[in-house]
């Protein structure tokens, strides 16, 4: 065996896929300094939308390991309580009977463990800003004022009551 098929083998933390080697770390899939991390985050962030049975859920899924992030960021897969499902879910949704039954989203634990594992993540970095280009007037034409070419022409008085 090469190096590089050892190296390709060993486990990785699934929160900053650094190996990982402890009993622990490898019995939950995250690293010791991702644990804390989420324990931090546990503590800190708004869980105000569940339930504190639904909290404790969450955590025993992320201690379990069953919460794993999929190849689309903010995306991860959450396997149900009794095993028998793994539901996609984002913080702001899951593919659960709650998410996708109701209007809008109950709140589940899925979507807890997600807000837990992300909060220990950090912020998300925001969509990139698209900067507004004002195109150019044409030289010398004035600004068109709509309202008053429409006042000008009695349209405004007509339309204003067919509403």
């Known amino acids: 065996m090469t190096s590089t098929e050892a ?3 060993k486990p990785r933390c699934l929160g900053c896929r650094h190996p990982i ?15 804390a991390k989420m324990r931090k985050a546990e ?11 639904q909290v404790e859920d969450a955590r ?3 201690e379990d390991g069953a919460v794993v992030p999929s190849t689309r960021e903010g995306v991860f897969h959450v ?16 593919v659960c009977a709650n998410g996708l039954q109701t209007r809008p989203p109950r709140p589940c634990w899925h979507r807890c ?7 220990a993540t950090g912020p998300q970095p925001a969509a990139p800003v698209r900067a507004t280009i004002a195109l150019p007037t044409a030289p010398g ?6 309202w ?12 204003l009551a067919a509403f």
């Open 7 to 9: 190296a390709a083998d």
């Open 60 to 62: 025993q899924a992320i």
């Open 141 to 146: 034409a004035p600004a068109r004022d709509i």
């Open 43 to 53: 503590r800190t962030a708004d869980l105000s939308a569940w339930t504190p049975s």
């Open 79 to 94: 396997v149900s309580s009794d095993g028998s499902e793994v539901y996609r879910t984002h913080a702001d949704g899951c």
């Open 21 to 35: 080697r402890s009993a622990e770390s490898l019995a939950s899939g995250y690293g010791a300094g991702c644990r």
């Open 113 to 119: 463990a997600v807000a837990i594992v992300l909060g």
């Open 148 to 159: 008053a070419e429409l006042d000008a022409l009695g349209a405004t008085a007509g339309a």
